[in-house]
């Protein structure tokens, strides 16, 4: 089965803050994309909600329930308590865990799967118990001893960083290493019982690669290669756009 795509509406809400209107909206772009053929929505509400807003989760959430009952909520961020707490408001699918400093522009790593052991055990069985699926931002390289623990701390899946792997678009030789070793880190993962999806970086261009090696990825999240995309294309040719790249027939 191909990819799903999840829509990161996180620029979007970038977009609409830079003025107090409620232009471009969040959840109306987020309805078009489900409309195209997104299998998915998906925000990472960062503390001092310089993109989405809190008050933005429940119309996201009230949007899937209402008009796109098999589409995924997605919720991403750093396992502090506040973000816990929104979690357990809203109730996404799917969470999404990450090793974020609040201050940071975006993610940039996955976890340190070692360090954080202790940590993620404890979240992950929060998090499982409220009957929730969640995956671990991971980086992209082949450690099995390293995805043993995400396994062995209860994840169902890991997300691969492809930051590293978005940065090579004018350089395709690099680009077709990384996309090996993110191969391979799937392979470990696939073979260790998780489920394994993509995001950062990702683009129309790049996407193919990725999926040809990870015929088995789950799941790309994809929000600023969109958004800008959607300047171009409009959010619905977009969409279609990304769900072409990650092979689907639309």
């Known amino acids: 089965m191909p990819a799903k795509l999840s829509v990161n509406l996180n620029a979007v809400?970038?977009?609409?803050?830079?003025?107090?209107?409620?232009?471009?909206?969040?959840?109306?772009?987020?309805q078009i994309a489900l409309r195209?053929?997104?299998s998915g929505l998906t925000v990472h509400p960062r503390p001092d909600q310089r993109h989405i807003r809190f008050s933005d989760l429940a119309p996201i959430r009230s949007l899937i329930d209402g008009e796109f009952p098999e589409a995924e909520f997605n919720m991403e961020g750093f396992?502090?308590?506040n973000f816990l707490r929104l979690v357990e408001e809203?109730?996404?699918e799917q969470v999404t865990l990450v090793p974020d400093d609040p201050r940071q522009a975006t993610s940039d790593h996955g976890w340190d799967f070692r360090a954080?052991?202790?940590l993620l055990r404890?979240?992950?069985?929060r998090l499982k118990g409220l009957g929730l699926r969640v995956s671990l931002f991971a980086d992209g390289e082949p450690d099995r001893e390293a995805l043993a623990i995400a396994r062995d701390v209860g994840a169902d899946r890991i997300e691969l960083y492809t930051g590293p792997y978005g940065g090579c678009h004018d350089d395709p030789a690099e680009?077709?290493?990384?996309a090996g070793r993110l191969g391979e880190t799937a392979d470990i993962a696939f073979g260790l019982g998780l489920g394994v999806n993509a995001g950062h970086d990702l683009t129309v261009a790049n996407l193919p690669m990725l999926a040809a090696r990870i015929p088995r990825l789950a799941e790309v999240s994809i929000g600023h290669g969109l958004t800008a995309d959607a300047l171009e294309y409009g959010m619905a040719e977009t969409v279609r756009r990304f769900c072409r790249a990650c092979g689907q027939d639309v």
């Open 13 to 30: 809400a970038m977009l609409r803050n830079r003025r107090d209107l409620p232009w471009p909206s969040v959840t109306g772009l987020g």
């Open 36 to 38: 195209a053929g997104a």
């Open 79 to 81: 396992p502090e308590e």
């Open 90 to 92: 809203h109730r996404p």
């Open 116 to 118: 954080s052991e202790a």
């Open 122 to 125: 404890t979240i992950v069985a």
């Open 175 to 178: 680009a077709a290493r990384l």
